[in-house]
């Protein structure tokens, strides 16, 4: 059935090296002729000096005890790399947030969960009637294909989605809008067929079958809650400060696929619990 569709510039050189050195010529070519070495100082004998020598064996002293300080500061920079790796697995197994730089960085496993849009009253499109709900995905007996979305920021949250994976199934553009239960993800992307046929609901005449521009994935039913969580409920808790206060439902409204962290997902499914209860 169809689905809800989303509504060094360089600087120059200066020049002072060229100008000093031309004023080391100019002065040269002033002084006064050498004049000629008195005999005694012809008859001094000639001291040989061993500074030279000398710098060149603290030169070599200097490399030769540098090498163990650099050596040193590459093994402590490795450790330093390994524990913070270290650190930031642990913090993706916990589903935790890893910061870098007083930065939030979002770990790769905070696209674990979804949550997904269909419309459970009647609505037609293209002369066909696009009402799908929670309770049509359960009696479904083989995996439902989520078709007709024409967004390109929901297609690829679709996209990302893997085998396995689980999703809220949220009841949209309906007098109670809210969240109603999860399914899971039983097949990755593939292209959705439906935007190739004239009368489809979702028909995209600019998406060529050759290189189609939408896709699809398979899911299936896997609970319904006893009592919904409702949109307004869901903004309260989204409040600043709130669990829900950085979900991607309710920062970009429109978007009828969308991400869901594992914190929120927990979150969502005791609040779920206790309202059975």
Known sequence: MPK???PPAGEESTGEPARRRSSRLQKSANASPPTAPSKAAQNKPKVSSTKPTAAKDTEKEQLSSAEPKTLDRKAQSQKRQATAEKRSTASKANGETAVTSGKAVVPEEESNYWLLKAEPESRFEN????????DDLKAKTEPEPWDGIRSYAARNNLRAMKKGQLAFFYHSNCKEPGIYGTMEIVQEHSPD????????????????PSDPKWSVVHVKFRSKFAVPILLKELREMGAPGKP????????????SVTKVSPAEWKYLLEVAEQKAS
């Open 4 to 6: 809800r569709k989303s």
């Open 127 to 134: 002369g066909v009637d696009v009402k799908f709900s929670i």
């Open 193 to 208: 067929l439906s935007a190739h046929d004239p009368k489809a609901p979702y028909y995209d005449s600019k998406s060529d």
């Open 244 to 255: 829900l206060e950085h979900m991607q439902l309710l920062k970009q409204s429109r978007l």
